[in-house]
């Protein structure tokens, strides 16, 4: 971090210590004030524009700068210090300064769940914090979501309004209290108030009632996760008809009830960052949480006021003994929105929107300022693995390894973030949505605005996705920037590429449902060669028709008959899709022409393979078929001969005619078709890696969210000696193709025009 050779300094020098990255909001002041107070040390140390700036000088001034590299405070990020020597004062004492303004280079934590601390005085019935469902402090609770301007300080926070009381605000001045400039600082005599008491919450929930809770980053609807009427009902009223549901409970023992919770995943639930992890079922709860899916969503408490429902709950126990005993109790916790729109947020949205969803609204007096939803990860190949990269990991910065302009990254219009860069530093959005509806692309234009006045930056470049009726393109180009198209699957190359920064010539992979190639014709099973700016398009699967369009997607029967079509075997669809009428007529209309455009998507061929085993006909949410698909899975085995690779193209149509000739359905074809897709994938990809004398091997889009797929691919590619990388950073999916353009646009900045038609 930049104090290297220290030791030598000559005596009688003071040391200034200029110290960026996460260092606001987070107790580094009073850390920084005990450790010169053990050490006898004099200075100063203050907020500023560009993070922390401590000045001290005695003759220990070594050992502070090693604690302040090696223990930092919980929720500090040190991205780097720097040390300068300075003509010494001869003062004495040390004192916390006033925050100095100026254009901020700083920037504000992510939130955090409630620390063991704050719990403890949550539920002593001495402490003055006593069931306060609000309670904080530096080591724990809401940051970005409350933040409206930098520096970090109260009176840009949504806590402006709320003067604190003679006891909080004797914490709050105290370098020795935790609650030291806690700008969240708040208690029931000072603090934003509760509209429903706990108790009555906590009956609705045993009445089966449908409960709507405000949070950190916005509203969960809640109800008992083991009764079935309950789920059902909050289906209906959401009109949510089969996507699964998140669980909550109080603590890993509980999890490990619900789920296969392994050590990996425990690491997870209990990060500060308080996700929802995907683990293996139990099967211990309502069909309805997450129907025909293997693995369940759980979460932890992460509020106090999760705490105090769920103790409620449970009959008020003792709480040193029921908070790590395993429970039954688990609630569903979903986020509180309808048809695809933004999570709701506000008290008055509350209000007008989920009237007719939830039968309790319960809310608080402080304001969200930024929505923000519960962050979803899995583990995979022993690592986390984003799905959704929000609340608690936003607004962290990824970093790129070196400086370059700033640029703002549009993404994609599924699953949408955007990227800004400053400097070395990326900062992708929350979790923005589909951009499908207007109130979401609202959302969309007020994360851009927040997100560059929080940076403090001027973008200089704009990205986006080369499909020119994207809105996200269409935002970008009315930005008046200069403009950067890229290729979408290029983007999930390059976002893998960019987490690991490589530089020079890789081998890229892009398994994917949908993007608009270069040639105007959707892909999505894409083999690549990125060096920099400059990429090649070396191979992709076998084309197969895409019936309807969009409709395809949606209606994975459709996949069905395209493959019967690719096979010779129209005359099939009658007999194996009985259950969709359409489906001999379509099969007719393919007979005779004008033929379908034609897709290399790989998602679309995991629709094609559920269709013909009878696994899912039609889809009520984006990539139910191959999630069930999925979920059959127990043992892969590879099919013989399944594959074929012709002009670079890799053909599955031999395993997709076997499973149909042996009668595959069900758990047999789910296994035969996983384990023939990764070893068909991995003798493809293996052959190009040694044809280019390439070892890098770049993974990215979101048919690796699937476990079996993924897990299988990685262990394949290291035994043939080269080396994989999955997306750890961002999600795989389309969350994080922002990501991929900003660094993509980085490169282009940096580098010599790409070869026409490569962009």
Not at 283 to 299: E, Q, Y
Not at 395 to 424: E, F, Q, S, Y
Request: hydrophobic residues 45%; neutral net charge; glycine residues 10%.
């Amino acid at each position: 971090m930049g104090a290297t050779a220290a030791a030598l300094r000559p005596p009688g020098l003071r040391l200034r210590l200029r110290v960026r990255g996460s260092v606001q909001g987070v107790g580094f002041r009073p850390f920084a004030y005990g450790l010169a107070a053990r050490l006898s040390l004099a200075g100063f140390v203050r907020n500023d524009g560009e993070g922390v700036l401590i000045e001290i000088e005695g003759p220990r001034t070594e050992a502070f700068l090693a604690a302040l590299e090696t223990g930092p405070p919980p929720l500090a990020r040190i991205d780097s210090i720097e040390v300068t020597a300075i003509a010494a004062t001869g003062g004495d004492g040390f004192s916390i300064d006033a925050t100095q303004g100026g254009r901020s280079r700083t920037r504000i934590g992510a939130d955090a769940g409630v620390c063991e601390a704050c719990l403890d005085e949550l539920f002593d019935s001495a402490s003055r914090f006593f069931g306060y469902p609000l309670i904080a402090c530096t080591h724990c609770g809401p940051r970005y979501t409350l933040t409206r301007s930098l520096p970090y300080d109260r009176a840009q926070t949504s806590m402006a309004p709320f003067p604190m009381c003679e006891a909080c605000a004797r914490d709050y001045a105290d370098p020795g209290d935790r609650r030291f400039h806690a700008e969240p600082i708040a208690c029931p005599r000072c603090g934003p108030k509760l509209s429903v008491p706990i108790a009555e919450v906590a009956q609705a929930l045993r009445n089966g009632k449908i409960v709507a809770l405000k949070g950190l980053g916005g509203f969960h609807l809640l109800c008992d996760a083991r009764d079935e009427p309950a789920v059902a009902a909050l289906r209906r009223r959401k009109a949510r008809d089969a996507k699964p549901f998140a669980v909550m409970v109080a603590n890993a023992a509980s999890a490990a009830r619900l789920a296969d919770i392994g050590p990996a995943e425990r690491a997870l639930l209990t990060h500060r960052a308080r996700p929802i992890v995907l683990a293996r079922s139990r099967g211990a709860l309502a069909p309805s949480v997450a129907p025909n899916l293997r693995d369940i969503g759980v979460m932890l408490a992460y509020t106090p006021l999760h705490w105090l429902v769920l103790h409620a709950l449970a009959g008020a126990p003792d709480f040193r003994r029921w908070r790590d005993a395993p429970s039954e109790l688990a609630l569903v916790a979903t986020s509180a929105n309808l048809g695809g729109e933004p999570l709701v947020a506000s008290d008055e949205d509350a209000d007008s929107r989920l009237r007719g969803v939830a039968d309790l609204i319960v809310t608080h007096e402080r304001a969200i300022v930024v929505r923000a939803d519960d962050s979803v990860l899995r583990v995979v190949d022993g690592a986390p693995a984003f799905l959704r990269r929000a609340r608690g990991f936003v607004p962290d910065p990824i970093d790129l390894g070196a400086d370059g302009p700033c640029v703002i990254a549009a993404g994609a219009d599924l699953k949408n973030t955007v990227t800004i860069t400053r400097g070395r530093e990326a900062f992708v959005s929350q979790h923005i949505g589909d951009l499908d509806d207007r109130e979401t692309i609202r959302f969309r234009q007020e994360t851009v605005r927040r997100l560059i006045d929080l940076l403090q930056v001027e973008p200089e470049l704009a990205a986006c996705d080369l499909h020119p009726d994207f809105v996200s393109t269409r935002a970008a180009e009315a930005s008046g920037l200069p403009l950067i198209p890229v290729q979408h699957h290029v983007a999930h190359v390059a976002a893998t590429a960019a987490e690991r920064r490589w530089r020079g010539p890789i081998l890229g992979v892009a398994l994917d449902g949908y993007g608009y190639g270069a040639d105007g014709a959707p892909w999505g099973g894409e083999l690549l060669a990125l060096d920099g700016a400059r990429w090649e398009r070396l191979g992709s699967l076998a084309p197969l028709a895409l019936p309807g369009g969009d409709r395809a997607a949606r209606e994975p029967w459709r996949m069905g008959v395209a493959m019967l079509e690719r096979l010779g075997r129209l005359d099939d669809a009658k007999t194996l899709f009985t259950a969709a009428p359409e489906a001999a007529r379509l099969a007719e209309a393919l007979r005779r022409g004008p033929r379908a455009r034609r897709t290399t998507s790989l998602g679309r061929l995991f629709d094609a393979a559920a269709a013909l085993a009878g696994v899912r006909l039609v889809q009520h949410y984006e990539g139910q078929a191959a999630m069930e698909f999925e979920a059959l899975v127990e043992r892969p085995r590879v099919v013989p001969g399944g594959w074929a690779v012709a002009d670079h193209r890799l053909d599955f149509a031999p395993l997709m005619a076997a499973m149909l000739d042996g009668g595959l359905g069900g758990r047999e074809a789910a296994e035969a078709f996983h384990g023939t897709l990764v070893a068909g994938l991995a003798d493809w990809i293996g052959a190009a890696a040694r044809a280019r004398g390439l070892t890098r091997i770049a993974l990215g889009g979101g048919c690796l969210m699937n476990r079996v797929l993924a897990e299988g691919l990685v262990e394949a590619l290291r035994a043939a000696g080269v080396e994989p990388a999955l997306p750890r950073q961002v999600p795989a999916n389309d969350g994080g193709v922002s990501f991929g353009q900003a660094a993509f646009a980085l490169a282009r900045a940096g580098a010599a025009p790409a070869p026409s038609g490569e962009t």
